[in-house]
């Protein structure tokens, strides 16, 4: 009986640091230089970080679910992911610009730095490394446990559309970008 009381104060204790540990990523970000952000970019990275954080603090609960604690590989894969996603609160890709509006047509061909403007602004990197980060291997190993473990609930259910969901719109958020590229670019 002792040994059980113990285990669920550390498993709550555990559960307790994780969300400290998200929060703590972000106040940090917060209380951090903001370098060449403004106050609505800053606002934006840190709801940004918010949802970051929500997601992969799922990604700690799904390993912790029965059928995948006693898997190791799976295990394994999902600590991975885990603390790939945690990378992206190191990167501050997420700042995107306007493009400068100019009268002159001539400066929308000016090369920069003897090329032309690159096709990667950082808002496609930013787009990127969340695809490739979080949002696609999240659904991707989301999508194996509810198919290939038949470790489903609503939770999961719901991660799963919002993963599917934000991958679409970064696909179509990057075409975009492309696009107006080469418009500008002609």
């Given at each position: 009986m002792e040994m059980?009381?113990?285990?669920?104060?550390?498993?709550?204790?555990?559960?307790?640091?994780e969300q400290i540990m998200v929060l703590v990523l972000v106040v940090g970000r917060w209380l951090?230089?903001?370098?060449?952000m403004n106050r609505d970019q800053l606002t934006q990275l840190l709801l940004l970080y918010i949802g970051l954080g929500a997601d992969i603090l799922d990604m700690l609960n799904m390993i912790k679910t029965p059928g995948v604690d006693t898997n190791w590989q799976v295990a394994i894969a999902g600590l991975c992911l885990f603390s790939c996603a945690l990378l992206q609160f190191t990167l501050v890709l997420t700042q995107s610009s306007d493009p400068p509006e100019t009268n002159n047509e001539q400066d929308t061909q000016t090369p920069v730095?003897?090329?032309?403007?690159?096709?990667?602004?950082?808002?496609?990197?930013?787009?990127?490394?969340?695809?490739?980060?979080?949002?696609?291997?999240?659904?991707?190993?989301?999508?194996?446990?509810?198919?290939?473990?038949?470790?489903?609930d609503?939770?999961?259910?719901?991660?799963?559309?919002?993963?599917?969901?934000?991958?679409i719109i970064e696909i179509y958020r990057i075409i975009i970008i492309h696009v107006r590229h080469r418009r500008q670019n002609t």
């Open positions: 059980e009381t113990n285990f669920s104060t550390y498993t709550n204790w555990a559960q307790i640091l951090a230089p903001k370098g060449e730095n003897g090329s032309r403007r690159s096709c990667c602004a950082s808002e496609v990197w930013s787009l990127l490394s969340g695809l490739c980060q979080q949002d696609g291997p999240f659904l991707v190993f989301r999508l194996y446990l509810s198919i290939g473990k038949q470790v489903i609503e939770l999961m259910i719901f991660f799963i559309c919002k993963n599917a969901l934000t991958v």
